[in-house]
């Protein structure tokens, strides 16, 4: 090659580089940890848009987060907010910067929509509402909404010279003109695990900003709240109390904090959550946290959590073996995880349109799948298994005449519901194993046959029938009886009326409710 063309060449080369060099340096940069509008200093612009972001009524972009999570926790929360507040205020020092890498990065500084929440157009006022001294004397609890007529509420620091340390139960309940709330800092505590309905029917709330440092988010505390958009759950909340988001069907996030450790029933039913995720500290979940969330895709668990797990966005009680809540994507897990399908665990998840029943589950709970009008499919294998009372009331599957056999609804070898025009004189399919509970509810029948596969019977619904035909006395003996199907009934022995009882050699105990009342 030429020489000249030769250095012309490299020199090219190096420029090449030098110029990818100076675009990925330019494309990554350094900034002030708070400073999320990237203005080059911390301000009121800064905490206000981290506010709005904890209450989901503006979504920050990943370097915006990266910049707002001052905490470095990997989320952006109500501390976030609270250090940078102070940070303003100059009570707190924050300092620090972040490397926001080029993927990162906003194409500019933004601001947030305005239109979400114009809160330089908001006034919130304390004046009028009722407060009464604690039982020492040494402080106000907020006790009502008093003469307060404002749709914007302060609940202050501090009254007539003491500080405000709490709210009373159902203090603002059923007041239809309060739209947002704001808790000054130093409130301890909102209602109790026990005693709650703070906000209970408040139908045209819409946002409240919960105090750090209260533990519990209270017994029914945001109960039919049906236009309640954001709440956030500060991080020093243990305890998540029964109802306490029931009916808030507009709210699309809750995010449950790392030290929570136990959730009551119903806490989240209703509401349009889309995700739940359990942490490592929640202990004790009772009964179905999420019936009828509808819009609910995704159940996760902290790995580190001991006592529940998530396998195919089923939320599951390791101990017991106990699918404890479902979502509209659940798969049952079918590596022996899940033997008891709990009470309302799928309940009114009306996008559920088909499942399936591994063969480690032995027992579906009653009410289990209930409401889930679009499930029209349930699979399960050829075999019986304990049903209990409206397991699948007002679904597809139940609903659907086509699935009965002469008026019989079947699920493997369980009987689980007769339909109205079941015949008077009802012969239970030979093979049937398993009498779901209320299967036969309020029908009367002029007789049943039972075939001799019988094993299994739940409470048998408040049925009768004049004739009870059976085919072996020792196989009825042996059946687990949870009702008393004889009740008032003549006992027929392969087509022969029994008045003489005889128990067969061999048996060696008969259940209370075999012969009851016959």
């Known amino acids: 090659m030429n020489p000249k063309k030769r250095s012309t060449a490299i020199l090219l080369a190096c420029l090449t580089v030098f110029v990818m060099c100076a675009s990925v340096y330019a494309l990554a940069e350094t900034r002030l940890l708070g400073d999320v509008n990237n203005n080059g200093k911390i301000d009121s612009a800064d905490y206000a848009m981290i506010k709005r972001a904890v209450l989901n009524t503006y979504e920050l972009d990943e370097s915006q987060k990266l910049v707002a999570d001052t905490n470095g926790n990997g989320k952006v929360d109500a501390s976030d907010y609270a250090m940078t507040k102070r940070a303003v205020l100059r009570t707190y020092e924050l300092t620090g910067e972040v490397e926001v890498s080029d993927e990162e990065l906003s194409t500019e500084p933004s601001e947030p929509d305005e239109s979400s929440e114009p809160e330089e157009e908001i006034v919130y006022s304390s004046e009028g509402l009722a407060f009464e001294l604690d039982w020492g004397g040494e402080s106000y609890i907020l006790s009502g909404i008093g003469e307060c007529d404002s749709p914007y509420i302060l609940v202050p620091a501090e009254y007539e010279g003491k500080p405000v340390s709490g709210v009373m139960a159902a203090a603002i309940e059923d007041c239809d003109t309060v739209k947002r709330v704001r808790f000054a800092e130093g409130i301890a505590e909102i209602g109790t695990n026990y005693y709650g309905g703070v906000f209970r029917n408040c139908k045209n709330l819409e946002y409240v900003e919960l105090p750090e440092g209260i533990g519990c988010i209270s017994f029914c505390m945001f109960d039919g709240c049906e236009k309640l958009k954001s709440v956030n759950i500060p991080e020093s909340v243990t305890d998540i109390a029964y109802g306490a988001f029931n009916g808030c069907s507009r709210l699309a ?32 979940i009772n009964g179905n946290i999420v019936e009828s969330c509808s819009e609910l895709e995704t159940i996760t668990v902290d790995e580190d959590n001991e006592n529940y797990s998530a396998k195919g966005n089923c939320l599951i009680r390791d101990e017991f073996s106990e699918l404890k809540s479902g979502c509209k994507n659940s798969v049952i897990p079918d590596d022996g995880s899940v033997e008891y399908i709990g009470y309302n665990a799928f309940a009114g998840l009306t996008g559920l349109t088909s499942i399936v029943i591994p063969d480690s589950v032995t027992n579906i709970s009653a009410c289990a799948f209930e409401g889930c009008s679009a499930l029209a499919s349930v699979e399960i294998s050829d075999r019986g298994i304990v049903v209990g009372q409206a397991a699948f009331s007002g679904t597809a599957f139940i609903n659907d005449e086509s699935n009965y056999e002469s008026g019989v609804l079947y699920l493997g070898r369980t009987l689980i519901i007769v339909s109205d025009d079941v015949p008077k004189d009802l012969v239970i399919k030979d093979g049937t194993e398993y009498i779901a509970a209320q ?57 022969v009326l029994v008045t003489d009882l005889v128990i067969p050699d061999g048996v060696e105990s008969v259940p209370g409710y075999a012969f009851r009342g016959c």
């Open 439 to 495: 299967a036969l509810y309020g029908k009367e029948f002029d007789s049943i046959r039972f075939p001799a596969s019988v094993i299994h019977i739940e409470d048998y619904g408040n049925s009768s029938a004049g004739k009870i035909y059976v085919e072996d006395i020792a196989a009825w003996c042996g059946i687990d009886f949870r009702g008393a199907p004889l009740y008032n009934a003549d006992l027929y022995l392969n087509d």
């Open 253 to 284: 996030r809750a995010d449950i904090p790392s030290k929570v450790e136990s959730i009551g029933d119903y806490a989240f039913k209703g509401t349009a959550i889309e995700s739940i995720h359990i942490p490592a500290a929640t202990q004790y």
